[in-house]
């Protein structure tokens, strides 16, 4: 409210006014009735309950709102039950039911009769939470004889609990209105899946659409934000519930987490400035987030390209195109020899508990020696990921997998991996392509298709028969290095993976050839842009800050944070890559380990050149 200046009499008459509203009643009594236009106001004057019409609908609704924000209803009484006109009044019955009634006292929507009372009231609690009450017991918030926080609705406001009350044998869900105009129950339901360990999903009918993964301790893998200093999350397992509520540090903020007729789930909060919901975060946020995407025993990572991958130990059998799902099969037929091993996967929501087994008094190395025994099992992890304790094992298809965006704490999951050793797996890792189909694929290597001239040979672009743009680097056979050698060297690098790192897609090997196929790259190199006086000025500052950011970003994985250290030896402009958005991917990363050996002691004398 502004302030104004306020004197006496005028003073006194807002006041007075200001009075009679905070003095709006929180409860409902037999006998007296709220009406359409009338409202019940909690306490602190936190909720409203009343008579609304949502977006463009004629039909009346009761329900529940923030004071702040009435546009946000949280919760509605006759969801499948709208009212024409707007003469029914909400009331208590004497047998202590809640009842909303039309003009003619026909039943609308009623809950459940509360035989034992008396004394009965329904109130509007200061957490939105509406109940009915033994009236004499003033201070019990436990022996609510019904409460609205109990029903779906699309809403989990702050403290409200979602999961199962085990005592009542009542599971408390999200359920999703049907459109913005219409809060009958909608397609999705968000829900706390106990199953194996907890995770909350989102079905759509029957069917899993998104799940995060499991609970860490303070959040779900995978829905885990960098706003997470906001609130604290809260899950409890004992012999009468297993529930989640989660509890913003500013109390009087208002947060919700919301499940929107289209099936996403949006944790939002209040902005008192702007006055309007500032989104901390929506899930699914991306393909990966849809549920088993890529399909079976894959990896989802909207970073890596393609976005669907095998995990490690499984073969590509089937791919359409970069952004769709995959087929993957175990890499090795005869499964489980003697000798199998078990690589970690750092940071990844795991797969879904599908056909898994949990023993969770048994540490990671029992866990291990479990796994190895059993040919059926694929994969283990500890159960619980804050203590670094327990065992779950999985059998069966491995689905859901992914390496999500955001910066959070995933768990380790260690895949295992076919007895013959990492050369074989890894065999079947890169794709091998045939000197046929990349002199298809290029013309003949014809002069059209030629790019241009590198340092270890020509390059050219191509188009592969599934249509995908490559380009083609012929390498000069100069270098002493053999085949096999060749192979190997290329497996590893292959294996660098990094948003600022141009990706190798597959090597050829035939006839004494040594050929890289690697992501087509449409802005060309950096030194197209830097040494052409007109291209030049298309290069603004922000961009030219994107690139050198990207460059060092690309180095440091290369030095710091990969599998083996690799300096380039031989960075430069033309080595710098643009893609369709102009960022930069650092190419021949690794070519001079191969062709100049010791690359550990870094004992250049170039400079980068940008
Ligand atoms: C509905 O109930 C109220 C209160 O019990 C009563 O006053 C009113 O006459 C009833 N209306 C009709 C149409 O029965
Ligand atoms: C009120 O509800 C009753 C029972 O549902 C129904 O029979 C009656 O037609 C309704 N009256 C009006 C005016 O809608
Ligand atoms: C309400 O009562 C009906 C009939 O007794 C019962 O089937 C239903 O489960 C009850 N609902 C709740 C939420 O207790
Ligand atoms: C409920 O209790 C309050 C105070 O304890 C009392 O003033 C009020 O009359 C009671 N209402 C009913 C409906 O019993
Ligand atoms: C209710 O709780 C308040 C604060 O917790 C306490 O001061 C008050 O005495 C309680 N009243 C009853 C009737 O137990
Ligand atoms: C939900 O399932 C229905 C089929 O039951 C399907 O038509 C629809 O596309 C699904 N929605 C989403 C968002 O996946
Ligand atoms: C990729 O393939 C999937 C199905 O396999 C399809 O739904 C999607 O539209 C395709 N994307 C492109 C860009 O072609
Ligand atoms: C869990 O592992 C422990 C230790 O290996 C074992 O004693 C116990 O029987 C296992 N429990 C189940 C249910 O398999
Ligand atoms: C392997 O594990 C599966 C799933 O738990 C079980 O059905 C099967 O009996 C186990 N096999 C052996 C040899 O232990
Ligand atoms: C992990 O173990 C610790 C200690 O036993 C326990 O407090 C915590 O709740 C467990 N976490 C999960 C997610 O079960
Ligand atoms: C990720 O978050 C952690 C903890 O909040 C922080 O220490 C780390 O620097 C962040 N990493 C990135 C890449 O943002
Ligand atoms: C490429 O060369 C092969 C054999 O030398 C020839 O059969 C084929 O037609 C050529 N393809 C093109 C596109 O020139």
Not at 338 to 344: E, N, S, Y
Not at 415 to 420: D, E, G, K, N, V
Not at 437 to 443: H, K, M, N, P
């Amino acid at each position: 409210m502004a302030i104004l200046p306020c004197f006496s009499i005028f003073c006194s008459l807002i006041f007075f006014l200001s009075m009679k509203v905070s003095l709006a009643a929180d409860t409902v009594i037999p006998a007296s009735f709220i009406r359409d236009g009338e409202k019940l106001v909690s306490s602190s004057q936190r909720f409203e309950l009343g008579f609304f019409s949502p977006g463009k609908s004629k039909s009346r609704y009761l329900g529940i709102w923030f004071r702040k924000v009435p546009d946000t209803v949280v919760w509605v009484a006759n969801r499948d039950r709208p009212i024409s006109d707007h003469n029914a009044v909400l009331t208590i019955s004497n047998n202590g039911k809640l009842v909303l009634l039309n003009q003619t006292n026909g039943t609308i929507w009623s809950t459940n009769a509360s035989s034992e009372v008396k004394n009965h009231v329904a109130q509007l609690r200061d957490d939105g939470n509406l109940v009915i009450r033994d009236n004499s017991s003033v201070n019990t918030t436990e022996n609510y004889l019904w409460q609205s926080f109990d029903y779906p609705t699309d809403t989990l406001l702050q403290d409200m609990k979602m999961g199962w009350d085990l005592k009542n044998r009542r599971e408390r869900y999200l359920s999703s209105w049907r459109s913005d105009d219409d809060p009958s129950p909608g397609k999705f339901t968000n829900r706390l899946d106990i199953h194996v360990l907890p995770k909350m999903c989102t079905f759509n009918g029957s069917v899993k659409y998104t799940c995060t993964g499991e609970w860490t301790g303070d959040g779900f893998v995978s829905a885990l934000s960098n706003t997470n200093f906001l609130y604290k999350q809260f899950l409890v397992e004992n012999q009468d519930e297993i529930s989640y509520w989660y509890e913003p540090y500013n109390r009087p903020s208002i947060m919700t987490l919301k499940l929107s007729p289209s099936g996403f789930v949006t944790r939002q909060l209040w902005n008192e400035d702007s006055n309007e919901w500032d989104e901390l975060f929506s899930i699914p946020d991306d393909y990966c987030g849809k549920y088993g995407y890529c399909g079976a025993n894959t990896i989802c990572g909207p970073d890596q390209k393609p976005m669907c991958q095998c995990l490690e130990g499984f073969r590509l059998k089937s791919q359409f195109n970069q952004t769709g799902p995959i087929k993957c099969e175990r890499s090795h037929s005869s499964e489980c020899i003697k000798g199998d091993q078990f690589i970690k996967l750092d940071n990844i929501k795991a797969p879904d508990f599908i056909e898994v087994s949990l023993n969770q008094s048994m540490n990671l190395q029992q866990c291990a020696a479990e796994c190895l025994k059993n040919c059926t099992c694929k994969a283990y992890a500890n159960s619980n990921v804050t203590e670094g304790s327990g065992c779950l094992m999985w059998f069966g298809e491995l689905l859901d997998a992914s390496r999500p965006i955001r910066n959070f704490t995933g768990q380790s999951v260690y895949l295992r991996q076919p007895a013959s050793g990492p050369d074989k797996s890894k065999d079947s890792w890169l794709p091998l392509f045939s000197l046929a189909s990349v002199a298809a694929a290029t013309e003949n290597f014809s002069m059209e298709c030629k790019l241009g001239e590198g340092g270890f040979g020509p390059v050219y672009k191509g188009r592969l028969l599934n249509g995908e743009e490559v380009a083609v680097k012929r390498l000069s056979s100069q270098s002493g290095q053999g085949l096999e050698e060749f192979k190997n060297e290329m497996l590893l690098i292959a294996k660098l993976q990094h948003r600022n790192l141009v990706r190798i897609l597959g090597c050829c090997i035939e006839q004494g050839e040594k050929i890289l196929i690697l992501e087509y790259m449409p802005n060309k190199s950096l030194d197209v842009f830097l040494f052409d006086p007109t291209k030049k000025r298309l290069l603004g500052w922000q961009a030219r800050i994107g690139i050198i950011e990207g460059i060092a970003q690309g180095l440091l994985y290369l030095h710091h944070y990969s599998r083996f250290r690799i300096i380039h030896r031989d960075l430069k402009a033309s080595n710098v890559l643009l893609d369709r958005d102009m960022n930069p991917k650092i190419s021949d990363f690794g070519l001079a380990r191969m062709f100049g050996g010791d690359e550990l002691q870094g004992n250049t004398k170039r400079i980068v050149g940008t």
